[in-house]
């Protein structure tokens, strides 16, 4: 459950972080030219939460530097995950970085095996 949180989280973290940039807004259904720096400033900073929130399920499970390189591994796979999703489905990825990060949150609260 822990690779499955700490995955889900990290990948509903970039989606916050991506839906925040002028690049990738429009792919998730945004308008960044049309929000105000306010707005794209928590949705940046919510992502970075997320992540952090990422990497303390990492730490409840493993010690601090098996758990900083799960964590790394994690990462990469999410954003790859993510860069694929932005590549071949642009239009799925609000709802499918919404589901992640509710089920990402449910399994946070399953206690670690």
């Known amino acids: 459950m822990t690779y499955g949180a700490a995955l889900l989280l990290a990948f509903a973290a970039f989606a916050a972080i991506a839906a925040s940039m002028d690049?990738?807004?429009?792919q998730f259904?945004?308008?960044?030219q049309a929000l105000s720096s306010g707005r794209i400033l928590w949705w940046r900073a919510g992502g970075f939460v997320l992540l952090g929130v990422s990497l303390l399920k990492c730490l409840q499970h493993w010690n601090t530097s098996i758990a900083?390189?799960?964590w790394l591994g994690l990462l990469t796979f999410a954003a790859m995950a993510l860069g694929l999703v932005l590549t071949y489905a642009p239009h799925k990825a609000?709802?499918?970085?919404?589901c992640t990060a509710a089920l990402g949150a449910l399994l946070w609260l399953v206690p670690p095996l």
């Open 94 to 98: 609000r709802q499918l970085a919404c």
């Open 29 to 32: 259904g945004m308008k960044t």
């Open 23 to 26: 690049r990738h807004g429009d």
């Open 68 to 70: 900083i390189a799960a």
